[in-house]
């Protein structure tokens, strides 16, 4: 695995979290429902 990659992916990851909650959200039900 390429670090800047992940870091990419962490960053991305926390600026929907932090600034984009209702996307964050429907994240977190797809995800859920593909269990």
Avoid: C, T
């Avoid at 800047?4 to 859920?32: F, P, Q, S, T």
């Amino acid at each position: 695995y390429d670090a800047y990659e992940l870091l990419g992916a962490i960053n991305y990851a926390k600026e929907v979290y932090y600034n984009h909650k209702d996307n964050w959200y429907g994240i977190i039900e797809r995800g859920m429902s593909m269990d």
